[in-house]
Antibody, heavy 123, light 114 residues
Framework: EVQLVESGGGLVQPGRSLRLSCSAS????????MSWVRQAPGKGLEWLGFIRNRDYRGTPEYAASVKGRFSILRDESKSVAYLQMDSLKSDDTAVYYCTRGDNTSWSTIFDYWGQGIVVTVSS | QSALTQPASVSGSPGQSITISCTGT?????????VSWYQQHPGKAPKLIIHDVRNRPSGVSNRFSGSKSGNTASLTISGLQAEDEAHYHC??????????????FGGGTKLTVL
């Protein structure tokens, strides 16, 4: 059974950093891209970016809205994907989802999702 | 404001069919066949129900179908059931000259089963 479990969320002050983790199981982690999507309170979904699988050297892509502040990494040995968030703003307050992508060069399918984790940016 | 435009809400009675539209541009829906749809029940994570415009993942009911015409994608749910009441989100690959590729979502549509 495919499982994605996010951790590392919580309350953080504006300007600070936070790193979310996504622990994956039930599939061959290295075969899949991993993406991050967020949902602000009462709002729609927002794609943040993804990191390619090993066939594509694990290179990342980012949404323009977070490029330069957010980084996506992966640890193949632990089957974990990370979302490093720096210079956080109140607008970053949202539920953050880790999702599994496909094995193409540009992952546009999110076929499994984690349960989501809340990040609140407030002083 | 979301990149793709969806109606805020739609409704239908059990057994009826409804269609949710998702309108974009030539740089996203109109230019590529990478449209997907997600169902989200309250307090839950989204679930993939359609990918690549019209393909259903294994396990998804054949009451769900997707299509595309020009810059607009559509999700049709036939034989409405109470369990279909949820939010539905569309998404598409997006790439316009001068910008970086991305994935864009619609604002979501609340389906109410009367």
């Amino acid at each position: 059974e495919v499982q994605l479990v996010e951790s590392g969320g919580g309350l953080v002050q504006p300007g600070r950093s936070l790193r979310l983790s996504c622990s994956a199981s039930g599939f061959t982690f290295g075969d899949h891209a991993m993406s991050w999507v967020r949902q602000a309170p009462g709002k729609g979904l927002e794609w943040l970016g993804f990191i390619r699988n090993r066939d594509y050297r694990g290179t990342p892509e980012y949404a323009a809205s977070v490029k330069g502040r957010f980084s996506i990494l992966r640890d193949e040995s632990k089957s974990v994907a990370y979302l490093q968030m720096d210079s956080l703003k109140s607008d970053d307050t949202a539920v953050y989802y880790c999702t599994r992508g496909d094995n193409t060069s540009w992952s546009t399918i999110f076929d499994y999702w984690g349960q989501g984790i809340v990040v609140t940016v407030s002083s | 404001q979301s990149a793709l435009t969806q109606p805020a809400s739609v409704s239908g009675s059990p057994g009826q069919s409804i269609t949710i539209s998702c309108t974009g541009t030539r740089s996203d829906i109109g230019g590529y066949s990478y449209v997907s749809w997600y169902q989200q029940h309250p307090g839950k994570a989204p679930k993939l129900i359609i990918h690549d415009v019209r393909n259903r993942p294994s396990g998804v009911s054949n009451r769900f179908s997707g299509s595309k015409s020009g810059n607009t994608a559509s999700l049709t749910i036939s034989g409405l059931q109470a369990e279909d009441e949820a939010h539905y989100h569309c998404a598409s690959y997006s790439y316009a000259t001068g910008s970086s590729p991305s994935v864009v979502f619609g604002g979501g549509t609340k389906l109410t089963v009367l």
